[in-house]
């Protein structure tokens, strides 16, 4: 009977400054509409940054001291690379508009020269056993470059319009991209015959589209436009190629795992 008669207990008022702590705001209690992307990024930076560096790893693993020496990188083949390189800016300021007719002109014998240099420096290195993995590397940069470079150039000269340049660039990009992805797996992509008849029929196109001449240009234009859009087909055609056999082989290896 005390018992039930006893007053409850009444808890003593906390001291200042007690409890303030626990009404304060704390960022991590706060739900805000970002925080699962920033969650989604901290999981996924540290496996970009990864493949990154182990991208740059298996580069410098495959690039040995004697490819890094005098010798090796002012060989035949990588010098034609090296001119093949410095006609790229000659060749934007000659296509600034407005390009006449004769700047026009010597861009198209440089682009010419240039092209012929792709040619000439894959034969030298292979038959004087002058493969490097500087030239490896140069080589396919230096015709991404070139060719890029004139596409853009065309656009304010109304030979090709520039959604059809974001395709061809559009491709390069995501191929280049995903040769990176395998690299830093241990997959190297080589090039296929399919990538290498698009080079050559962009290479046709750009030679039809870069000289001016009055009486036969429509001519010029409509043969350069159709090996453009030849390459544009090949290029995406050899694209899903890649990308199929990048899946096929990292099924193998995960089944291969398992």
């Keep these: 009977m005390s018992a039930a008669l006893t007053p409850a207990r009444t808890a003593s ?34 496996n970009v940054v990864k493949t990154i560096f182990s991208v740059k790893k298996n580069s410098a693993t495959a690039m040995n001291r004697s490819d890094l ?48 240099t792709d040619y000439l420096d894959g034969i030298l290195a292979r038959r004087r056993n002058l493969v490097t993995s500087v030239g490896k590397l140069l080589d396919p940069l230096a ?66 589209l870069l000289p001016s001449v009055p009486r036969i240009d429509w001519m010029l234009d409509y043969a350069g436009l159709f090996f453009l859009w030849v390459s544009v087909v090949l290029g995406y055609w050899s694209a899903m190629d890649y990308f199929s056999h990048f899946y096929r082989e990292a099924k193998r290896r995960s089944q291969s795992k398992e």
């Design 143 to 208: 015709d991404k470059l070139l060719t890029s470079a004139v596409l853009i150039m065309l656009i304010p000269l109304g030979k090709v319009q520039a959604w059809l340049v974001f395709l061809i660039i559009g491709r390069e990009l995501i191929i280049t991209g995903l040769r990176s992805i395998a690299a830093g797996h241990g997959l190297i992509l080589n090039a296929s015959r399919m990538g290498k008849n698009k080079m050559v029929s962009q290479t046709i196109a750009l030679i039809f």
């Design 13 to 46: 008022p906390a001291p200042p400054g007690i409890g303030l702590q626990s009404r304060r705001w704390k960022p991590e209690t706060l739900r805000h509409p970002f925080l699962p992307v920033r969650g989604a990024l901290t999981a996924c930076v540290p």
């Design 69 to 116: 020496s005098r010798q090796s990188l002012t060989n035949l083949p990588n010098i034609l690379t090296y001119i093949r390189m410095a006609t790229i800016p000659v060749i934007v300021v000659l296509l600034t508009p407005p390009a006449s007719m004769n700047s026009s002109n010597l861009a198209f014998l440089l682009y010419v020269l240039a092209s012929i």
